[in-house]
């Protein structure tokens, strides 16, 4: 097989391959009901004057499923820690007992649970869509080839399996969120 060709398929896989990781990633930030860190991700603590992610100052447990447990590793840090989860809005409410501070995670209602499905089937929308752009680019790049004398028969065959990409990414992409879909409504 040509270099070139070779070398389409290879950046259209790890394209396909970072649009799937993006969206693992969209994923796990969506709130289940379920305690996890990824939750706290993106809030930032005043560390003596520098913003620093919150995962950078403290230790962040689960020790169940309803439940966050920090633990800054400085004991000065927590009030700075405790002001910026209540500033990043995320509906959670830390209690501070002085050491470690713990955040109960409330149920989620019926209609949060469906709020939450929506903008997981739009993430997964959005990385299909990307996902169908990276096969647009690949086969316009092997009719470029074809243009420039590539064999019909290469291009026809590297287009099919520019095709079986796609169809591989987009099954992933389904089965990604089945789960979150599955998680989400699960009470």
């Not at 070398?7 to 009901?33: F, N, Q, S, W």
């Not at 560390?47 to 962040?60: D, E, H, W």
Request: some cysteine; overall charge negative.
């Amino acid at each position: 097989m040509n270099d070139d060709v070779t070398l389409c398929l290879d950046e259209t896989r790890d394209a396909m391959e970072k649009a799937l990781v993006h969206l693992e990633g969209e994923l796990a930030k969506i709130r289940a009901g379920k305690a996890s860190p990824q939750m706290l991700e993106k809030v930032h603590v005043d560390y003596y004057g520098t913003s620093t992610p919150l995962y950078q100052v403290a230790n962040i447990n689960t020790p169940d499923p309803r439940s966050l447990l920090i633990q800054p590793w400085e004991k000065s840090m927590i009030h700075p820690i405790e002001k910026a989860i209540q500033a990043a809005n995320l509906g959670l409410n830390p209690q501070n007992d002085g050491t470690i501070i713990r955040i109960n995670i409330p149920p989620l209602t019926e209609e949060r649970r469906k709020e939450l499905v929506k903008k997981a089937k739009a993430d997964a929308e959005n990385t299909r869509v990307a996902i169908r752009n990276l096969r647009k680019d690949g086969n316009e790049f092997i009719k470029d080839l074809l243009k420039k004398g590539l064999p019909e028969d290469e291009g026809k065959e590297a287009e099919v399996k520019i095709q079986h990409l796609t169809d591989n990414y987009t099954e992933r992409v389904e089965k990604h969120l089945g789960i979150k879909e599955k998680e989400i409504m699960t009470v």
